[in-house]
């Protein structure tokens, strides 16, 4: 995708991938909307970043998301590039009976919210001559991380439901692509300062240039083994994964 002279929606703005990604792509010359249900952090991002722009939203809301994205069309015409980048991640067992809140509220957001954010704005994203949707997923989308099972099979879901995506928007101006981080200093489960995380400027740094390409899934280097990981003997590659997890 080009880099440059795009109007950018990115939900999930205000932290983490989501901020780094805004504020990148904004000094590359793009205008940026980040939105997220923060209100507070959103103005304090855009704050720090003249002419990029906020709305909030909650992606867990069905008549939020369709008032927000109807707006967005509205008072940004030109937009043209959408990152679903909004989730939550939150620890389970899946051994046990799981949380009916962290369920729901897992699966409302990792996955509903960005099919019900992207349908919000395909019909204008196919308006315009170079359109793109670009879902976040993760790594875990190939090899879960059992002490996320919930997390890890939403994003298995959103990677399923990118491809199909693909498939069908074959013929028109919008593409589909797929960014799938690997463990990377955010917020998420208290990483940023977790020695084995990739630092959040480098994951930044190689997904940009990735971005640039004619790529679908977008991969940094350490994303690429556990992408390649899955197949007929995958569960000998999770169960490896898991373990050495557990060991630090």
């Keep these: 995708m080009k880099l440059t002279q795009n109007t950018i929606f990115i939900t999930g703005g205000g932290s983490g991938i989501g901020r780094a990604l805004a504020e990148a792509l904004h000094q590359r010359g793009n205008k940026v909307i980040i939105a997220g249900r923060r209100e507070a952090l959103l103005k304090e991002v855009a704050a720090a970043n003249p002419g990029m722009e906020s709305v909030t939203l909650d992606v867990g809301d069905a008549a939020d998301i369709a008032k927000v994205t109807a707006d967005v069309v509205r008072r ?16 389970d067992d899946a051994s046990k009976p799981i949380d009916e809140k962290l369920l729901i509220d897992t699966l409302t957001t990792n996955v509903s919210g960005p099919i019900r954010v992207t349908s919000g704005l395909i019909e204008h994203l196919k308006t315009q001559p170079d359109a793109v949707v670009i879902n976040v997923s993760s790594v875990l989308a190939f090899v879960p991380l059992a002490l996320t099972a919930v997390y890890s099979a939403t994003k298995a879901a959103l990677h399923s439901y990118s491809m199909s995506q693909r498939f069908m928007l074959r013929d028109t101006s919008v593409r589909v692509l797929e960014i799938a981080p690997p463990w990377t200093q955010t917020d998420l489960l208290g990483s940023n300062d977790e020695p ?53």
Excluded: C, S, Y
């Design 196 to 248: 084995r995380a990739m630092p959040l400027g480098e994951f930044i740094e190689e997904t940009l240039a990735a971005l640039g390409t004619d790529a679908d899934e977008i991969l940094v280097e350490r994303a690429k083994p556990l992408r390649a990981a899955p197949g007929p003997n995958e569960m000998a590659f999770v169960t490896e994964f898991n373990n050495g997890f557990l060991a630090g």
């Design 76 to 91: 940004f015409p030109t937009l043209n590039v959408l990152i679903n980048n909004a989730g939550i991640m939150q620890i």
